[in-house]
């Protein structure tokens, strides 16, 4: 799960570069590519084996933690955040699935990165700006790296897949496969719209982090998806348009090059647009309010000064402004929807909306409210418990509320049970329906295991007005076939049990 370029090292690298007097893009003034080696279209041979003279102790550290490009995995996780403390907002704390989830997208992103090191050595040997790298210079041997790549995706889906959720772990490895095999194996040497495309990879840290919690997807995530996905043509055609030669020498079909500097240009300030218009949409959709609002306009604000003087006047200066800019921009927008979303009160008026075409208005219109009682038990032969994220709730007619309950596996073997709910009084239940319910389905929990399962409902605005309370309680019960509930998925309609 990667965004396709090395931040770390493309800033220190090229920042460290002389600048033409007059301030001119001119790439040929300032690449200084190393003597090709005979070969194919003047490619660089791909190391064949391991370094012949691997260097210190610290030298092999710091090539290993260059593999795992650091500050692209900053990046990663300062954008998977908020999206974790949104999912999270209203259930138990568990420390356990924070770690998990940060733990396991980070480790996605890291394997990722290893591996894209390895997959691309041959252009990295002939590009000025990469040719420092640990698999250039013979630091680390190239079949180190590739182990050490599948070591940590490896890492990561174990991770995910033991303490999250199988849709949060089908995105990340759909992430990395994503990033090494389609955009680095064949996207990167072969069409200039590899950044778009391949953006998709970098920008699925919200996602993993949002499932990761709740097991499904909702309108929020997708947004802040859509905003590093915009974000990242803008922020690497700013330095491709500097490293242009570079790009051409090694034969990497960067839009710079084929399409040339206007065209660049005109896509770099269009996508910006887009990009900032973007950003807007996230409290309309439950995520951020006021505080993130207003960074929102005053980051956009630069971002959008910065590619105009770009779009005027492509000096290496320029570029490298809008480079260095736009990882500050990422890092600080999404940083505000973190505080903002932190510091919101969980019974407060933003509502999270499921993936739907109509946004939640409801939400603004007065509503008589019922309040609810949240019981969970087992059965006797059950060995595990069940406790609501807390036992009562308010919600308005008509719209929807979200709770989990936690379960917890207590026995030393593999519990397969279901989840029967009761709802009373019993002229409530026609008025109650499940739109996401983990008793749907029969559910395992391996030995010990515990984890968190959603319940998204709503109750009728025909509710008799005689009822002001209603309780719900949950019985585990094993599950001895496919489930009573599997054929109800859409939550419509009474349950009677």
Known sequence: MRWPVSRSQVLMSTLSQDVPEDGR?????????????????????????????????GDVVRAYLTLTKPTILLTVLA??????????????????????????????????????????????????????????????????????????SFLSTAILAWKTTWLATVIAVASILYYTVFYTGWLKRRTPQNIVIGGAAGASAPLICWSAVTGDM??????????????????????????????????VPMLPVVAGEDVTKRQIVGYSVVMILSSFALPWWGAGGTAYLVAAS????????????????????????????????????????????????????????????????????????????????????????IRPAKPTSELRLGTKGRISFQITNHSSQSLTFEAIPHVAPAVADAHFHKVVCFCHR??????????NFELVYTIDLDLPTSVGAVTLSYTLTKAHGKGSHDADHSGKGPHHH
């Open 25 to 57: 893009l001119d790439a040929a003034a300032v690449v200084r590519p190393s003597p090709r080696p005979a070969g194919a279209a003047g490619m660089a041979a791909p190391p064949s084996g391991e370094a012949a003279a691997p260097g210190s102790l």
């Open 79 to 152: 954008t998977g955040l908020p999206a974790l403390l949104l999912a999270a907002r209203d259930r138990p704390s568990d420390p356990g699935l924070v770690l998990a989830t940060l733990g396991g997208t980070a480790l996605a992103s890291a394997g990722a990165a290893a591996i894209n090191h390895y997959m691309d050595r041959d252009i990295d040997a002939v590009m000025y700006r990469t040719r420092g790298r640990p698999l250039p210079t013979g630091t680390l041997g190239p079949r180190k790296a590739l182990a050490f790549g599948v070591l940590l």
């Open 218 to 251: 909702a309108w929020a995530p997708v947004l802040m998806f859509l905003i590093v996905f915009l974000w990242t043509p803008p922020h690497f055609w700013a330095l491709a348009l500097f490293r242009k030669d570079d790009y051409a020498q090694a034969g």
């Open 298 to 385: 005053v980051l956009g604000a630069g971002f959008l000064w910065l590619a105009a003087q770009l779009y005027r006047e492509a000096s290496v200066k320029r570029c490298m402004r809008l480079f260095t800019y736009s990882i500050a921009y990422l890092l600080l927008l999404f940083g505000a929807l973190a505080v903002d979303i932190a510091t919101q009160r969980p019974d407060g008026p933003a509502e999270v909306a499921n993936l739907s075409l109509m946004p939640p208005a409801e939400a603004a219109v007065p509503r008589r409210a019922v309040r609810l009682k949240w019981i969970g038990v087992s059965e006797r032969d059950v060995p595990a418990t």
């Open 442 to 451: 029969v559910q395992t929990l391996g030995p010990g295991q515990s984890r």
